[in-house]
């Protein structure tokens, strides 16, 4: 398995199988668009970067990070105390289930420190649910810090409304 960082775009379907198999399935039950996750997928081949761990066979892992300010639901307290245009977002970090607890998501997250451009950016952040407890202590381990949250509408997997999730931001410094 080797992981890095990529544009090869033959990567494309395999990074948009796995998103698809990992939150569709998840414990939020939430309703996923497959093609508004195609076109979210792409926008990483545009102007995000994206860092996979694969063997010849699997795609074992992906992480995508782009700029923070492209995120919309930002909260106001990150806004005020950070220059947006030095930070890093990771906006995805999935591993494909029968490879979890094997390290690929603390390796992905080491590799997004040893590509990211230190020159251009200062600090990092990462959003979670609150009650995925598998991906806040991987983050914890690797020295975020817990920094705001807030609430994200989010459609049932069955379309029969919303619910919200609680979504805490996590912040690290890049060097
Ligand atoms: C979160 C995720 C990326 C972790 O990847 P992973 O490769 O299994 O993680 P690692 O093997 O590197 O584990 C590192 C640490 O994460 C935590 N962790 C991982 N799986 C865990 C679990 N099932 N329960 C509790 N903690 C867990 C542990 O602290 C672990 O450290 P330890 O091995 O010393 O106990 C993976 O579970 C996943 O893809 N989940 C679904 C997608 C997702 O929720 N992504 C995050 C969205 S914000």
Redesign the pocket.
């Known amino acids: 398995m080797e992981i890095i960082q990529t544009e090869n775009i033959n990567f494309r379907n395999k990074i948009i199988a796995l998103y698809l198999e990992?939150f569709s399935s998840?414990q939020s039950e939430q309703y996923i668009d497959s093609t508004e996750i195609s076109r979210y997928i792409d926008g990483f081949f545009v102007d995000g970067k994206i860092i996979i761990a694969h063997s010849s066979n699997h795609l074992e892992?992906v992480l995508l990070y782009g700029q923070l300010n492209k995120d919309q639901l930002l909260p106001n307290k990150i806004k005020d105390n950070f220059q947006l245009e030095k930070c890093l977002y990771i906006a995805?970090?999935?591993?494909s289930e029968e490879?979890?607890?094997?390290?690929?998501?603390?390796q992905l997250i080491r590799s997004f420190f040893e590509n990211a451009d230190k020159e251009q950016y200062s600090d990092v952040f990462?959003?979670?649910?609150d009650e995925?407890?598998?991906?806040l202590?991987?983050y914890e381990?690797m020295g975020f810090q817990t920094v705001s949250s807030m609430n994200q509408k989010k459609i049932k997997a069955d379309k029969s409304g919303t619910f919200d999730m609680k979504k805490i931001y996590l912040h690290k410094k890049l060097v």
């Not at 995805?92 to 591993?95: A, G, H, K, L, P």
């Not at 990462?126 to 649910?129: A, E, H, K, N």
């Not at 995925?132 to 991906?135: G, P, S, V, Y």
């Open positions: 990992t998840g892992g995805e970090i999935m591993v490879f979890r607890g094997k390290g690929i998501g603390t990462i959003r979670v649910w995925n407890l598998a991906a202590s991987l381990k």
